[in-house]
């Protein structure tokens, strides 16, 4: 798998069984590159092969596989305590279980990072929860160590300070940040600037997604939008990496159930990436 260029533009992306379609929508936005979606009904063993063969003959480059997990809803904040990641004691071991598998599965093709949303991680440490999070994810890491992988977790959920704090009671040095600063926006955890330079020792991977704030007192998370319409200051952001060094990929991020503006979205993010990244000569 060949290299990526640094502050390279790519994509979040979710496999399928008809790889060449997937390929055939990279090419159109113009892109080579980003991370990949590992749906929790893909059956890794079926495509291994396939993907294997596409990464030698492509020249696709691809930072992390992003794992996702049967019963998630993001409906409202009440879900997602309740559904997605490591929260809910009974979901925990098929899911460990299942991350393990993804992990193998991008080790054979040469992927070096594993990311997820572990759940909201309490901002008390003395809360059992914090203690069974932090439990599983040394377990993680360690499995991802190895395969001579990071184990990323996507901020949002938790202000910066708690993921700090969590990342360093974890004691894992494989144990990574993708930063998403809509989310910062959408779950009302912080400014996204402040945080990244707060998380910033730690960060690996970025995505380039747009917010607008929720509504307060709703229990609902704010809105994801076209990038540049939202919340998120994308040139400052831009900037802020450039200024922590960050060498990795910028990463589109659009989860629009509709295809076509899903499709329309994503070129307009990419053409705005690309004139911000002129003028800021990165």
């Known amino acids: 798998m060949r290299e990526i260029t640094p502050m390279e533009t790519g994509l979040v992306f979710w496999t399928e069984q008809n790889i060449g379609n997937l390929l055939g929508e990279l090419d159109a936005f113009s ?3 980003g991370q990949l ?7 890794c063993d079926v495509v291994v092969d396939q993907w294997t063969a596409v990464l030698k003959e492509s020249q ?5 596989a992003v794992c996702s997990y049967a019963g998630e809803d993001y409906s409202n904040l009440e879900t997602i ?7 809910t004691p009974d979901l925990r071991p098929d899911r460990i279980v299942r991350t393990q598998a993804v992990s193998n599965f991008a080790h054979t093709l040469g992927i070096s990072a594993i990311s997820c949303h572990i759940g909201f991680i309490p901002s008390n440490s003395d809360d059992k929860l914090y203690a069974d999070l932090r439990e599983l994810t040394q377990v993680l890491c360690d499995y991802c160590g190895g395969n001579n992988q990071n184990f990323v977790l996507e901020t949002g959920q938790e202000s910066a300070d708690v993921l700090l704090s969590f990342i360093q009671n974890v004691e894992r040095p494989n144990l990574k940040v993708n930063f998403d600063p809509a989310n910062m926006i959408m779950y009302d955890s912080g400014d996204p600037l402040a945080a990244l ?4 020792p730690h960060v690996t991977s970025v995505h380039c997604k747009d917010a607008t704030s929720p509504v307060a007192g709703s229990g ?7 990038l540049g319409d939202g919340k998120v200051d994308f040139p400052a952001f831009l900037r802020k990496l450039k200024q922590i060094g ?3 990929l910028l990463s589109i991020e659009r989860e629009e159930p509709n295809r076509e503006k899903r499709i329309a979205d994503i070129h307009t993010a990419v053409s705005r990436l690309k004139q911000w990244k002129a ?3 990165l």
């Open 246 to 248: 960050y060498q990795g």
């Open 60 to 64: 696709l480059a691809i930072t992390s």
């Open 81 to 87: 305590h309740k559904t997605v990641g490591f929260t």
């Open 31 to 33: 892109l080579s590159a």
């Open 197 to 200: 330079d707060i998380l910033s």
């Open 37 to 43: 979606g590992v749906p929790p009904d893909l059956v």
């Open 220 to 226: 609902l998370l704010g809105a994801e939008c076209v």
């Open 279 to 281: 003028e800021l000569e």
